[in-house]
Antibody, heavy 113, light 107 residues
Framework: QVQLVESGGGVVQPGRSLRLSCAGS????????MNWVRQAPGKGLEWVAV????????YYADSVKGRFTISRDNSKNTLFLQMNSLRADDTAVYYC??????WGQGTLVTVSS | DIQMTQSPSSLSASVGDRVTITCQAS??????LNWYQQKPGKAPNLLIY???NLETGVPSRFSGSGSGTDFIFTISRLQPEDIATYYC?????????FGQGTKLEIK
């Protein structure tokens, strides 16, 4: 069965960096574009970034452009989100999603001094 | 960017009621629309794709309709387990924005 498992969340100070990972299994990881979506506490869903199946094309929400980088390692069935210059308003649960019909359980990122 | 306006933001209904949620896109998105259910502490669950297609395994009391800019999500007979927040999302072009969500409660 399809599984997506995020990791790497935690508490980080403003201005610092964090790298999230999403391990995929149960499907041919290299065949699918992958997404990151986040949800601030008590708020709605916000699409963050998408990467093509081959890792060449990448698109970002304006709110993270220039600070976040999406990447993937198809040999390890893993998706990444490198988050730099973190701000308080980046505090959220971060989900990885495959084609929006499969989602991970989410990993919480808290940006606080 | 395409804006998705979802209404109402909250809704209280009784078991067995017919429930309707609307989503309006700021421009024509054809039928490029998903509907999700999200329960507290859980990831969103895709219910409807391409505006009106039921995802595999989703109960038939859930349905979607519409195209262009105006979309409707319906629960034909509300069940207690349907208590959740519901979101629309377009995927016509990037960024794939979500509606603000509709929190559904049992009366």
């Amino acid at each position: 069965q399809v599984q997506l498992v995020e990791s790497g969340g935690g508490v980080v100070q403003p201005g610092r960096s964090l790298r999230l990972s999403c391990a995929g299994s149960g499907f041919t990881f290299s065949s699918y574009p992958m997404n990151w979506v986040r949800q601030a506490p008590g708020k709605g869903l916000e699409w963050v970034a998408v990467i093509s199946s081959d890792g060449i094309s990448k698109y970002y929400a304006d709110s993270v452009k220039g600070r976040f980088t999406i990447s993937r390692d198809n040999s390890k069935n893993t998706l990444f989100l490198q988050m730099n210059s973190l701000r308080a308003d980046d505090t959220a649960v971060y989900y990885c999603a495959r084609a929006y019909n499969y989602w991970g359980q989410g990993t919480l990122v808290t940006v606080s001094s | 960017d395409i804006q998705m306006t979802q209404s109402p933001s909250s809704l209280s209904a009784s078991v067995g009621d017919r429930v309707t949620i609307t989503c309006q896109a700021s421009q024509d998105i054809s039928n490029s629309l998903n509907w999700y259910q999200q329960k507290p502490g859980k990831a969103p669950n895709l219910l409807i794709y391409d505006a009106s297609n039921l995802e595999t395994g989703v109960p038939s009391r859930f349905s979607g309709s519409g195209s262009g800019t105006d979309f409707i999500f319906t629960i034909s007979r509300l069940q207690p387990e349907d208590i959740a927040t519901y979101y629309c999302q377009h995927y016509d072009n990037l960024p794939y924005t979500f509606g603000q969500g509709t929190k559904l409660e049992i009366k």
